[in-house]
Nanobody
Framework: QVQLVESGGGLVQAGGSLSLSCAAS????????MGWYRQAPGKQRELVAV???????NYADSVKGRFTISRDNAKNMVYLQMSSLKPEDTAVYHC????????WGQGTQVTVSA
């Protein structure tokens, strides 16, 4: 069983920056995909960014050029650097990982004020 624990959410003004971190533990196997999804109130969970073990990345169009995903395979960590934040980025951000199955973290709140 893989546990994912996020940290780094909070409140920021529009145009500001935040960094999220996620620590994965409990995996006996290499983690293939790690990433971030988000869910705003009343909306479905949506992809933010994912990164493969080899470093390939994929971003939602809405965050391209503003967010950067990275990972540390040795530490089983994934990071999300968010800049030029907008009120529409407000959501609960969930860490995601695939190790034969999909795993999700509890989420961390990101609130961007206008």
């Amino acid at each position: 069983q893989v546990q994912l624990v996020e940290s780094g959410g909070g409140l920021v003004q529009a145009g500001g920056s935040l960094s999220l971190s996620c620590a994965a533990s409990g995996s006996r196997f290499s983690i293939n995909i790690m990433g971030w999804y988000r869910q705003a109130p009343g909306k479905q969970r949506e992809l933010v960014a994912v990164i493969l073990r080899g470093g390939s990345t994929n971003y939602a169009d809405s965050v391209k050029g503003r967010f950067t995903i990275s990972r540390d395979n040795a530490k089983n960590m994934v990071y999300l650097q968010m800049s030029s934040l907008k009120p529409e980025d407000t959501a609960v951000y969930h860490c995601y990982a695939t190790v034969r199955s999909e795993y999700w973290g509890q989420g961390t709140q990101v609130t961007v004020s206008a």
